[in-house]
């Protein structure tokens, strides 16, 4: 068995070699070179190139033909890269990061003179689907038009992962062996103590992480000698339910008659709503309350009020991404398979911005009276959420 395995990652590596060296230079329909001279210039045997050549036909790139040899297919001179995300990005109320990200590996592979194109899904906010919900992009793969795929955001069910694993082109990101993330567990780390740092001894935290945030934030307020208040911290709306940062906080600051000095607030977008019920609830910042937030640079953000943030850096994200299908395409070890980008924590100042109200729509009232009983949420009523909103472009 384990002889098996060998062979077939043996045989993966060299249909990707033989993708990038042998393929790329040639017009489709030319002829390869006969099995034993591709197996003599690889350093293979023979019987490893054929089976580097069938994943090549099944890919889409190669036609066998028996009797006559082994042509480039007429679509390999069209293959491009597949960036995927299963979530719609297009959704207003969506993080710069799920934008930030697929622009910056398109130009990534661009400047590796390789044609890319971003696949949009249609999940909503706490949606998974079975399979891949863009039916071009499952076209397109199924044609072997793709030479490989980067999967930013996927369904989180058995279905996909035997879909991916199904795949016969190389695949990295989200549910596959390669991967890279941003370090969650070591910004919450990097917060708790500078807010430490700055005689913060109350620290509240606002994530989307039901569970694992948590546990993460008590582990590094246990590290920093702090004890954990699980009535200041909220979890439980996904950002981009439409005022859920908004409520969240409140409930955080009528929890009990002693307030939180520190804030961790984990998403870029319940940050947006918390601040306007900072500054509606008239809190001093930072003299009554440090606050560290998640932020993605390269975005456009503006705060009334000092903040320092927690930065993901999207483009070193698609970079790193990149450079590990270009290795997986070039048949080269990926090493590691799970590579981390830190967040770096950047003090900002405050930008004045004018105070306007908005009104959440009806369909979101239902979630927050349906998970806020026994809070105070005086603030629903009538079927609309009232709060007041700080545009971010002032």
Same mark, same amino acid.
Request: aromatic share 8%; with cysteine; hydrophobic share 40%.
């Given at each position: 068995?384990?002889?098996?395995?060998?062979?077939?990652?043996?045989?993966?590596?060299?249909?990707?070699?033989?993708?990038?060296?042998?393929?790329?230079?040639?017009?489709?329909?030319?002829?390869?070179?006969?099995?034993?001279?591709?197996?003599?210039?690889?350093?293979?045997?023979?019987?490893?190139?054929?089976?580097?050549?069938?994943?090549?036909?099944?890919?889409?790139?190669?036609?066998?033909?028996?009797?006559?040899?082994?042509?480039?297919?007429?679509?390999?001179?069209?293959?491009?890269?597949?960036?995927?995300?299963?979530?719609?990005?297009?959704?207003?109320?969506?993080?710069?990061?799920?934008?930030?990200?697929?622009?910056?590996?398109?130009?990534?592979?661009?400047?590796?003179?390789?044609?890319?194109?971003?696949?949009?899904?249609?999940?909503?906010?706490?949606?998974?689907?079975?399979?891949?919900?863009?039916?071009?992009?499952?076209?397109?793969?199924?044609?072997?038009?793709?030479?490989?795929?980067?999967?930013?955001?996927?369904?989180?069910?058995?279905?996909?992962?035997?879909?991916?694993?199904?795949?016969?082109?190389?695949?990295?990101?989200?549910?596959?062996?390669?991967?890279?993330?941003?370090?969650?567990?070591?910004?919450?780390?990097?917060?708790?103590?500078?807010?430490?740092?700055?005689?913060?001894?109350?620290?509240?935290?606002?994530?989307?992480?039901?569970?694992?945030?948590?546990?993460?934030?008590?582990?590094?307020?246990?590290?920093?000698?702090?004890?954990?208040?699980?009535?200041?911290?909220?979890?439980?709306?996904?950002?981009?339910?439409?005022?859920?940062?908004?409520?969240?906080?409140?409930?955080?600051?009528?929890?009990?008659?002693?307030?939180?000095?520190?804030?961790?607030?984990?998403?870029?977008?319940?940050?947006?709503?918390?601040?306007?019920?900072?500054?509606?609830?008239?809190?001093?910042?930072?003299?009554?309350?440090?606050?560290?937030?998640?932020?993605?640079?390269?975005?456009?953000?503006?705060?009334?009020?000092?903040?320092?943030?927690?930065?993901?850096?999207?483009?070193?994200? &698609?970079?790193?991404?990149?450079?590990?299908?270009?290795?997986?395409?070039? @048949?080269?070890? !990926? %090493?590691? =398979? /799970?590579?981390? *980008?830190?967040?770096?924590?950047?003090?900002?100042?405050?930008?004045?911005?004018?105070?306007?109200?908005?009104?959440?729509?009806?369909?979101?009232?239902?979630?927050? &009276?349906?998970?806020?009983?026994?809070?105070?949420?005086?603030?629903?009523? @009538?079927?609309? !959420? %009232?709060? =007041? /909103?700080?545009? *971010?472009?002032?």
């Amino acid at each position: 068995m384990a002889a098996g395995h060998r062979q077939q990652a043996l045989a993966e590596r060299v249909a990707n070699d033989c993708q990038a060296r042998l393929l790329q230079p040639r017009r489709a329909g030319g002829r390869l070179a006969p099995v034993r001279e591709l197996a003599a210039e690889l350093g293979v045997s023979v019987p490893t190139v054929r089976a580097a050549q069938r994943l090549l036909a099944d890919r889409g790139l190669l036609q066998i033909r028996h009797g006559s040899g082994v042509y480039v297919a007429g679509a390999a001179a069209k293959n491009w890269i597949g960036i995927y995300t299963a979530f719609d990005v297009f959704q207003p109320r969506t993080s710069s990061f799920h934008t930030l990200v697929p622009y910056a590996l398109r130009n990534y592979f661009s400047n590796h003179a390789i044609d890319a194109e971003i696949y949009v899904g249609r999940s909503a906010a706490g949606e998974y689907d079975q399979q891949p919900p863009n039916p071009r992009f499952l076209a397109d793969v199924a044609a072997g038009r793709l030479s490989g795929v980067v999967f930013l955001t996927a369904p989180t069910s058995d279905g996909w992962e035997e879909w991916v694993a199904g795949l016969h082109i190389p695949a990295v990101g989200d549910h596959t062996t390669y991967q890279v993330n941003t370090g969650y567990e070591e910004m919450i780390r990097q917060a708790v103590r500078h807010l430490g740092r700055h005689g913060r001894r109350r620290i509240a935290m606002l994530s989307y992480a039901p569970g694992t945030g948590q546990n993460l934030l008590q582990k590094a307020l246990a590290e920093a000698g702090l004890p954990l208040h699980r009535e200041w911290v909220r979890h439980d709306f996904h950002p981009m339910l439409s005022g859920s940062g908004w409520e969240e906080f409140r409930e955080i600051w009528d929890a009990r008659r002693e307030k939180p000095d520190g804030l961790l607030v984990t998403d870029d977008v319940l940050f947006d709503e918390a601040r306007i019920a900072i500054q509606e609830l008239g809190i001093r910042v930072p003299e009554q309350l440090r606050i560290v937030t998640h932020a993605n640079k390269g975005a456009v953000r503006r705060y009334p009020f000092p903040v320092t943030e927690a930065q993901c850096d999207p483009e070193r994200y &698609a970079e790193a991404l990149g450079a590990m299908l270009l290795k997986r395409l070039r @048949g080269k070890p !990926v %090493e590691p =398979p /799970v590579r981390f *980008v830190p967040f770096e924590m950047v003090e900002t100042a405050a930008v004045a911005a004018p105070i306007t109200h908005y009104i959440v729509p009806h369909e979101v009232e239902g979630a927050f &009276a349906g998970q806020t009983a026994g809070a105070q949420n005086s603030h629903i009523s @009538g079927g609309r !959420v %009232e709060a =007041p /909103v700080v545009p *971010v472009n002032g």
